[in-house]
């Protein structure tokens, strides 16, 4: 039972460093202010001047996710966060694999990281 939940938590922090690369990543390419950026976020149907106001809102999500005391209120935060992005998307008639799910990989990504981080209790995994 040790050895499986040791390579739960190392599995599960595995996961949560995966998530908060990219979503770093995200978060300093909305401050950055790129041509890139900028044709993106106005595609999307955003003003410009919504990007770095979405990364501080970003970082202080990702922040409470990292934190284990904050961590499932971070996670349900992305999860929302996550959820304006599918709705953008669909909005917009972009392709569903690639495009409208993709927000949905990255939120199973990071509760999968979370639950195994933490050590659920096994009463509830195995609902």
């Known amino acids: 039972m040790a050895t499986s939940s040791k390579t739960s938590r190392i599995i599960g922090?595995?996961?949560?460093?995966?998530?908060?690369?990219?979503?770093?990543?995200?978060?300093?390419?909305?401050?950055?202010?790129?041509?890139?950026?900028?044709?993106?976020?106005?595609?999307?149907?955003?003003?410009?001047?919504?990007?770095?106001?979405l990364g501080v809102l970003l970082l202080a999500i990702t922040a409470l996710y990292l934190i284990p005391r904050t961590a499932y209120i971070g996670a349900v935060l992305l999860t929302g966060y996550l959820g304006g992005a599918v709705a953008t998307h669909l909005r917009l008639d972009n392709?569903?694999?690639s495009h409208t799910l993709f927000p949905i990989y990255v939120g199973i990504?990071?509760?999968?990281?979370?639950?195994?981080?933490?050590?659920?209790?096994q009463r509830i995994l195995a609902l």
């Open 13 to 53: 922090w595995s996961l949560t460093i995966f998530i908060t690369l990219f979503l770093a990543f995200d978060i300093v390419m909305k401050f950055v202010n790129s041509e890139e950026v900028k044709t993106a976020v106005l595609e999307l149907g955003f003003p410009v001047s919504m990007a770095p106001k």
């Open 109 to 121: 990504v990071a509760w999968a990281g979370l639950l195994l981080r933490l050590r659920i209790p």
């Open 95 to 97: 392709p569903l694999f």
